[in-house]
């Protein structure tokens, strides 16, 4: 069985920073894009970055410059570094993973961050 396990969510103050990271386990197959999403209340869960399997980013518009996507192939792991961090990007952040030269994906259970102001 496939699972996705995410950590370093939690609360911080406006402006400051949080790691998240991702590790797969379970996987028997090559995998290709990782990445994060996140959803709040009432919102449909969005993109906040991804890294496909040779190491290109995507970020959304919100984040960038401030976010930084990484992925270890070697430990099936993928992190997200969030500095300055404002309340807008309070959520519940969703790691996922593609199986490569497919569009099946797997999701871990999600992790809440939450910043104050």
């Known amino acids: 069985q496939v699972q996705l396990v995410e950590s370093g969510g939690g609360l911080v103050q406006a402006g400051g920073s949080l790691r998240l990271s991702c590790a797969a386990s379970?996987?028997?197959?090559?995998?290709?894009?990782m990445g994060w999403y996140r959803q709040t209340p009432g919102k449909q869960r969005a993109l906040v970055a991804d890294?496909?399997?040779?190491?290109?980013?995507n970020y959304a518009g919100s984040v960038k410059g401030r976010f930084t996507i990484a992925r270890d192939n070697a430990k099936n792991t993928v992190n997200l570094q969030m500095n300055s961090l404002r309340p807008e990007d309070t959520a519940v952040y969703y790691c996922?993973?593609?199986?490569?030269?497919?569009?099946?994906?797997?999701w871990g259970q999600g992790t809440q961050v939450t910043v104050s102001s």
């Open positions: 996922y993973i593609r199986r490569y030269g497919t569009t099946t994906d797997y």
């Open positions: 379970g996987t028997t197959f090559r995998i290709g894009a």
């Open positions: 890294i496909s399997s040779v190491g290109f980013t």
